[in-house]
């Protein structure tokens, strides 16, 4: 069926570190792979994303890897910052049931200062 | 530009009650997708609108509809409320799809009593 885990639940890590989050998928037709941050109170705000025909990504501190073969997709965080911390949400689209995203259920990031 | 309005804000109801939560997507969308947001299932995609049909629907029960207007904007009614309805409701726009980025309003905050 439709879904999407994503690992950790939390992460912890002091300030500087990397921080890593993994998704996988079930549906190898699945072809558009967003990221979201959302803070206290705010609505999910996208990060980045990532298409099917596209191995990674950058955008500065963020990095997203596609591995279509295994289904499965990673945040990576460098040199984390306190205003990092938030929750992270992972999401694949359900090419047999378009039009909708299908979401992870969420990390929550901590970044030690 | 302006981003994903949603209003009223907070609401709280009582069982039984009904509800109308009303979204303004970004000028130029015409897609609005709804999600519910709890702490137990995390988001999870209630309906998609374009061009005022509705191109997809999540597992909800019939108490959930949703229309769109002419210039884009949309509602979302929610028919004999119900304690577990208390939740996070997200509208989101896109220009086309699922595939196209999705931006998140902030969310109405429901909770009913």
């Known amino acids: 069926g439709e879904n999407v885990e994503q690992h950790p639940s939390t992460l912890s890590v002091q300030e500087g570190d990397s921080a890593v989050i993994k998704c996988t998928y079930s549906d190898s037709a699945s072809n558009y792979f967003p990221w979201y941050k959302q803070e206290l109170g705010k609505g999910p705000q996208l990060i980045i994303d990532i298409r099917s025909n596209v191995g990674e990504k950058k955008d500065q501190r963020i990095a997203v890897t596609l591995n279509k073969t295994a289904k499965h997709f990673s945040l990576h965080i460098t040199e984390t910052q306190p205003e990092d911390s938030a929750v992270y949400f992972c999401?694949?689209?359900?090419?047999?049931?378009?039009?909708?995203?299908?979401f992870g259920s969420g990390t929550r990031l901590l970044v030690r200062p | 530009k302006a981003g994903v309005t949603q209003t009223p804000r907070y609401l709280i109801k009582t069982r039984g009650q009904q509800v109308t939560l009303s979204c303004s997507p970004i000028?130029?969308?015409?897609?609005v997708s709804w999600y519910q947001q709890t702490p137990g299932q995390g988001l999870q995609f209630l309906f998609e609108?374009?061009?005022?049909?509705?191109?997809n629907k999540g597992n909800f029960p019939g108490r959930f509809s949703g229309r769109q207007f002419s210039n884009s904007r949309s509602e979302m009614n929610v028919s004999t409320l119900e304690l577990g309805d208390s939740a996070l409701y997200l509208c989101?726009?896109?220009?086309?799809?699922?595939?196209?980025?999705?931006?998140f309003g902030p969310g109405t905050r429901l909770t009913v009593l």
């Open positions: 609108y374009f061009s005022e049909t509705q191109r």
């Open positions: 999401a694949a689209t359900w090419m047999d049931s378009s039009y909708k995203l299908i």
């Open positions: 989101a726009s896109s220009f086309a799809s699922s595939t196209d980025t999705q931006y």
């Open positions: 000028s130029g969308h015409r897609s």
